[in-house]
């Protein structure tokens, strides 16, 4: 973008300032949402959710310098009726005087932006090696049936939970099978399934297994035999029995 005063300097700069407002209104409603999710359970969210505070601050003021550029950007106008004046040499003369000011917020504004850019790739791979490493110290948890069952079809294809008419929650693979809100809460509790908070519960959740479930699901089983084994009889009882 050009960095002249004037008019022009105007447009160019306010959908800046607004997409830049927008992202400090998404880091804002991220830092909600971790801090308030299983995540600020995890060991070494803290520092984390610190770093993501600190990055909705550099991207405010991202916004800040933004609109001190436009405070400070003279726009066309006309001098009070009566008073004479050379409008062309006056608006030259605005614009000359605020030129290293609007050079100095740009460069601001665009140093703030390259620092909440830093921030937010940091929290993202902290985030990721914090999760990753809490799952490895997890334990994998034991199924019966029923659940393996559930799990696997949601494995396969994925799912979906979305409010109903009677204001429950209802949980179904894509292949149609149901899955019971206690053992979806209990597959979410051993972080075995991911549900796409992006869109609304009332619009459909996309559900998808995590790596913890794919590990699960093929480790080996034990098959357990359907019948109880007949046990041997000694041959003292069979002596001893009347023919």
């Known amino acids: 973008m050009g960095k002249t005063p004037g008019p022009g300097f105007f447009a160019e700069v306010t959908p800046l300032l607004l997409e830049s407002q927008q992202l400090t209104r998404r880091l804002v409603a991220a830092l909600s949402h971790l801090s308030t999710s299983d995540y600020a359970t995890v060991p070494g969210s803290r520092s984390t959710l610190d770093s993501l505070a600190g990055t909705v601050g550099s991207a405010a003021l991202v916004s800040t310098h933004l609109a001190q550029a436009i405070a400070v950007n003279p726009l066309d106008g006309l001098s009070l009726l009566g008073a004479p004046a050379d409008e062309a040499a006056i608006r030259q003369s605005r614009e000359a005087d605020a030129r290293d000011a609007v050079e100095e917020c740009l460069a601001e504004a665009l140093h703030d932006l390259e620092l909440t850019a830093t921030y937010c790739s940091y929290a993202a791979s902290s985030i990721a090696r914090n999760i990753a490493l809490a799952q490895a110290a997890m334990p994998l948890p034991k199924l019966n049936a029923k659940q393996l069952a559930a799990l696997d079809a949601l494995a396969r294809r994925g799912g979906e939970q979305r409010i ?64 109880p084994p007949t046990s041997a009889v000694r041959p003292a009882v069979l002596a001893g029995r009347p023919r």
């Not at 693979?173 to 075995?192: C, I, M, Q, S, Y």
């Open 164 to 227: 109903t008419g009677s204001s429950s929650v209802r949980i179904l693979a894509a292949d149609g099978r149901l899955v019971h809100p206690a053992t979806f809460a209990f597959f979410e509790k051993h972080r075995l399934v991911h549900v796409d908070s992006g869109t609304s519960i009332t619009q459909g959740q996309k559900i998808t297994t995590t790596e913890r479930a794919r590990q699960l699901l093929t480790r080996p089983r034990s098959t357990m035999p359907t019948t």
